[in-house]
Nanobody, 124 residues
Framework: QVLLVESGGGLVQAGGSLRLSCVAN????????MGWFRQAPGKERQFVAA????????YYLDSVKGRFTISRDSAKNTVYLQMNSLKPEDTAVYYC?????????????????WGQGTQVTVSS
């Protein structure tokens, strides 16, 4: 069963915006932290942003600070990534992930569930 479903990826010009969504199907687990990671061809998957569900505390990769905003809608069981002022170097497959227990927000191994990924391509 697909637990996390992403949407919102696409092709945009540099300077454009996209809003990614990740819906958690069902409420059978507790979301301590929801995060976004990305992976470009030939590169390692890297942390992008995360939010602590209960506290609303947010964390960001340095290169996206001021441009990306992570948020959540508890009623919809959804996490969002608003991406503004996109750059070609933001091009990657973006994945959402969820922790079911409290862990380090930037570590992939701390996340228990992953979405299928959505492609974001930023052209020059």
């Amino acid at each position: 069963q697909v637990l996390l479903v992403e949407s919102g990826g696409g092709l945009v010009q540099a300077g454009g915006s996209l809003r990614l969504s990740c819906v958690a199907n069902g409420r059978t687990f507790n979301n301590y932290v929801m995060g976004w990671f990305r992976q470009a061809p030939g590169k390692e998957r890297q942390f992008v942003a995360a939010i602590r569900w209960s506290y609303g505390t947010t964390y960001y990769l340095d290169s996206v600070k001021g441009r990306f905003t992570i948020s959540r809608d508890s009623a919809k069981n959804t996490v969002y990534l608003q991406m503004n002022s996109l750059k070609p170097e933001d091009t990657a497959v973006y994945y959402c992930a969820a922790q079911t227990s409290s862990g380090n927000y930037y570590l992939m191994r701390e996340y228990d569930y992953w979405g299928q990924g959505t492609q974001v391509t930023v052209s020059s």
